[in-house]
């Protein structure tokens, strides 16, 4: 069945410091891959998304994802975390209806 | 308006009762979805519209659960004789693709069943 694993419920980092949330799936081809955020009683918004091409996709708010078949990863990247990215991430897979991991919690020391 | 709009915000109903949420997708969007998230969980993938034709209803996990887009356009989600487990942010999505895949969310009805 098709499936999208994050390894992680929850993570704590140093503003400041760097992140990356992993992602997995379990699909026969490669689908469309997104990642979105989600803020406390807010919708879900995209951050960015991988179709196909370039395995290093740039997002919004200096976000980025690198999709590797052989791994069926697309892991989210940023190099310095700020206080404003504490949210939830949900990494999500399409090939037809989206189908999203069960999300990481991000929390952000000062 | 520029996004998904879904009304209402919050809603609470009494267990037994029936409700239905609302979502205007943007206007021109072909593929309509609704997602059920429960509380500390990724959303779940309930029914698929593409235009007024209900294409995918797989995922409504029970008959009390009804959803129409009669003309193409505005959606309705509707859920009879509520009980507890239904308590969650139910999300519209809409997209100018058939199928997705690229979706934009609205901010989800938040359903607390008592």
């Known amino acids: 069945a098709q499936s999208v694993t994050q390894p992680d419920i929850h993570i704590t980092v140093s503003e400041g410091a760097s992140l990356e949330l992993r992602c997995n799936y379990s699909?026969?081809?490669?689908?469309?891959l997104f990642w979105y955020v989600q803020s406390p009683g807010q919708g879900l918004q995209l951050l960015l998304k991988?179709?196909?091409?370039?395995?290093l996709v740039q997002g919004i708010k200096g976000f980025e994802a690198e999709f590797k078949r052989s791994q069926s990863s697309f892991n989210l990247r940023k190099p310095s975390v700020h206080w404003s990215d504490a949210a939830e991430y949900f990494c999500?897979?399409?090939?037809?209806?989206?189908?999203f991991g069960k999300g990481t919690k991000l929390s952000v020391k000062p | 308006g520029a996004g998904v709009s879904q009304s209402p915000r919050y809603k609470v109903a009494k267990r037994g009762q029936d409700v239905a949420l609302r979502c205007d997708p943007i206007?021109?969007?072909?593929?309509l979805f609704w997602y059920q998230q429960a509380l500390g969980q990724g959303p779940e993938f309930l029914t698929y519209f593409q235009n007024e034709a209900q294409l995918d209803k797989s995922g409504l996990p029970s008959d009390r659960f009804f959803a129409e887009r009669p003309e193409g356009s505005v959606s309705t989600l509707k859920i009879q004789r509520t009980q507890q487990e239904d308590s969650a942010v139910y999300l519209c999505?809409?997209?100018?693709?058939?199928?997705?895949?690229?979706?934009?969310f609205g901010q989800g009805t938040r359903l607390t069943v008592v």
């Open positions: 999505a809409s997209s100018p693709h058939e199928m997705g895949p690229e979706a934009f």
């Open positions: 991988y179709f196909s091409g370039d395995t």
């Open positions: 999500a897979a399409s090939q037809g209806n989206l189908i």
């Open positions: 699909y026969g081809a490669t689908p469309y």
């Open positions: 206007s021109g969007h072909v593929s």
